[in-house]
């Protein structure tokens, strides 16, 4: 199984200010299978990132992921007010696992 | 537009089985694509259970593998899950998801990254 850490487990900033989440994996995630999702209190996740760097459809381009490997960074240039969530990061192999999760709280 | 809703009961007793099915709206699922569940505990993260495709293949998380029966009845466009023998580690909330394009390794052929999931649906385990 591929365990995924996710660092840190609390952001707190501020509305303007950029976030810089990680995700490392325990072991390669080949083809970089890598997704990101936001998840509000009281809703399902909303799918970001795929391909560990696609944007998926409608998300704005102040969000975006980079690395491969065993090293991903979920990145949000500018925090909008409706930025502060859940974030987790997923690997689709052969078994799929969600990291712990970052909550991205309002300083 | 493409829209899932699970359903199902929101009490299981422990030892019996859970019963939940997601009607999906808006894509015939014998068309393509995997589909598959994924709970989330309260307070707690995402756990992957199981995924299957349209024309049958399937694969499972290892824990609860044994457990676990993932189904697609065409007829009615929908997927079901089937948890036997429940404890109160299995109360969670329960989505059903679709997976994005596949692809194929030497190992197998699998899905995409989760891109349209349910509203998920709260199952507590207790008697």
């Known amino acids: 199984e591929i365990v995924l850490t996710q660092s840190p487990d609390t952001l707190s900033l501020s509305p303007g200010e950029r976030a810089t989440l990680s995700c490392r994996a325990s072991q390669n995630i080949s083809s970089s299978y890598l997704a990101w999702y936001q998840q509000k209190p009281g809703q399902a996740p909303r799918l970001l990132i795929y391909?560990?760097?696609s944007r998926a459809t409608g998300i704005p381009d102040r969000f975006s992921g980079s690395g491969s490997g065993t090293d991903f960074t979920l990145t949000i240039t500018r925090l909008e007010p409706e930025d502060f969530a859940l974030y987790y990061c997923?690997?689709?192999?052969?078994?799929?696992?969600f990291g712990g999760g970052t909550k991205v709280e309002i300083k | 537009q493409v829209h899932l809703q699970e359903s199902g009961p929101g009490l299981v007793k422990p030892s019996e089985t859970l019963s939940l099915t997601c009607a999906v709206s808006g894509y015939s699922i014998s068309s393509g694509y995997y589909w598959g569940w994924i709970r989330q505990p309260p307070g707690k993260g995402l756990e992957w259970i199981g995924s299957v495709y349209h024309s049958g293949g399937s694969y499972y998380n290892p824990s609860p593998k044994s457990r676990v029966t993932i189904s697609l009845d065409t007829s009615k466009n929908q997927l079901s899950l089937k948890l036997s023998s429940v404890t109160a580690a299995d109360t969670a909330v329960y989505y059903c998801a679709r997976h994005m394009a596949g692809y194929c390794t030497n190992t197998g052929c699998y899905g995409g990254a989760f891109d349209i999931w349910g509203q998920g649906t709260m199952v507590t385990v207790s008697s």
């Open positions: 391909g560990a760097s």
């Open positions: 997923q690997q689709y192999g052969s078994a799929p696992t």
